[in-house]
């Protein structure tokens, strides 16, 4: 058997349940996963839960539980939540399992027979919550570094001798450039050791909970020293075959147990026993809530789930699709030297910006309007050089991004696919061209398409069911070959299309919900849409000044829908000039999405805006009636730039 990708998380511990700090890293290695697989590497993806140590001891008796039912029913949650979250994982280790046990003992005593481990009295400080042991000087105000309340602990143990590994630990970092990521992570834990590597207590007074030290039943092994070993124990080490899938490709994990535990440890440990390290370890930063970091222990959690089900029903995307939008802004968003703060408007904000305008109308537009000029099926023709260029470059980024596991990097790198697409298509302008009769238009349309099949692909390993929505648009199987993303071999010409179905409703915002920060800050919306033109006799006069007041813009229609619940009116966004605002008008008894979409209209742009079946409008635009009542919109009598005024 070929040797594995190997990606771990770090196993969790089971004092509460999962939250979007810990569904973080949990998606960071998924998304891992699901590259390296599409890339046509066979992939063992890790995960698990942590179990014993005092800390989870506690909460089981806080909650007034047998501990082993307590984890148990909480790990249970871990293993439960991930597939939810369309987390793949091949193996899901529990270091109360038996296969774990074995591997720590034996671990344990060849490290004992090696003469690693001497016997001594520990006398110091001790951090449950963090399950750290801390000299008198790294207290701060009597605290932990981390701000947690400390116990004096007087106890006979093992030690590690961790400080004779210094050295081979500090020839291995120099030697790969790649073994700690990021690179700042790297100077904090090179400093660490230029600090003096200290040897470690590896064993605690039995509390009746823990694996008993080989040998030794009065002491449990410390829970860190145990957990580490998960990582070797689920290869099936000792027993032959483990060499498939260890060292691992790439251990994810947080900043807070890289440098202490995951950087020196782990490694220290590996190298006495004589394993290999693992190639890259990544310590990400943390997600930050009102200031704090998110966790359990801080009772702020976001339960990625619930994220997503709120989400669904505020926008009425699907609930798989709302999964996806949690993936995609933990991967958008994923922080890496600095801490991110998570705010339910940012969420909100990134989900209108990057999912419903970016993605939603590139796709949307694209559909429609391959419907609308090219009979609804893929197009032959060449796609055009600058398409090929922006299709080449976002590839190649998103790789890039991935050697040193940049998962926001890789992440934007798809997006500028969309992003160009929706520009390209303002400045082709297929319209213009189908007007004109323009050969071009074919290849203009392929162009998109292809850009769209290759955006499906890039964000496959990060939305994995929108991917497959968009593929199932553009009426071919789902894009999973990586070599294949970009080519014209994945676009077949005569492909029929489906209809454009818009993924991702737009989010109404209310004022309290509206961003503060807006990428690209609109002006003031205005203007209260008007269902239907009502004819009104000139009733006054008004001079030119009054009529100054009334701000007229031309723009386009770039998406269309009808308003659930109402047989007239019609949500629109509309763009004018550089900016887009959704618009809805009672035109539906006169005109089809279909026909909405790409059309020139005239919009007032300076009216209050106001609430329509509770769906916001931002503008008016102007038609005349017809005899039944109906609209006939007006529109330039040859096409102008959008934002262009009109008097
Ligand atoms: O430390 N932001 O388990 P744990 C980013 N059992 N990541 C976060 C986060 C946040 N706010 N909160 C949690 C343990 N994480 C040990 C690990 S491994 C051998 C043993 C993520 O349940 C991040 O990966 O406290 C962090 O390192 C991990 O959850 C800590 O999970």
Redesign the pocket.
Known sequence: MSKKYTIT?????V?SVP????A??TLAADVTARYQKMRGREVFFLTGT?ENGLKVKEAAEKAGKDPMAFVDEISSKFKEIWPGMFIEFDDFIRTTEPRHRIAVQEFFRILQEKGHIYTGTYEGWYDVS??TFYKESDLVDGKSPDGNEVRWVKEDNYFFRMSSFAEPLMAHIDANPNFILPETRKNEVVSFIKQGLRDVCISRANPGWGIPVPGDDSQVVYV?FD??I??IAATGWPKPGWEDYWPAEVQ???????TR??ATL?PAMLLGVGLPLPETLV??????MGGE????SKGNVVAPLELAAELSERSTCALDVAIDAVRFYMAATL?VDN?SVFTYEEFDRKYNTDLANDLGNALNRSLAMSHKFVGGSVPGGSVEEEAVQAIAKAKADFETAMVTFRIDHATDAAWSVVRFLNKYIDTRAPWALAKNNDPALPGVIRSMLLCLRTAEGLVRSIMPKTADAIAAQLGSSPLTDWSQIGTEGSLIEGTALSQPKPIFPRLELTKKEEPKKMEQPKPQPTATPIPAQKEEAVATEITIDDFAKVKLKVGRVLEAEPVEGSDKLMKLQVVIGEERRQIVAGIRKSYSAEDLISRQVIVCVNLKPAKLRGVESQGMLLAATDADGGAILLQPDKEAPEGTGVK
């Not at 998380?9 to 511990?13: L, R, S, V």
């Not at 310590?283 to 930050?288: F, I, S, T, V, Y």
């Open positions: 998380t770090p196993i969790y511990y004092n939250h979007i700090g810990t973080l890293t942590d963090s399950e860190w957990a580490l998960n990582y994810w994990m947080g900043k807070d147990i890289l535990f995951h782990w310590g990400h930063a943390w997600l930050l970091k998110i966790s359990k922080p801490d």
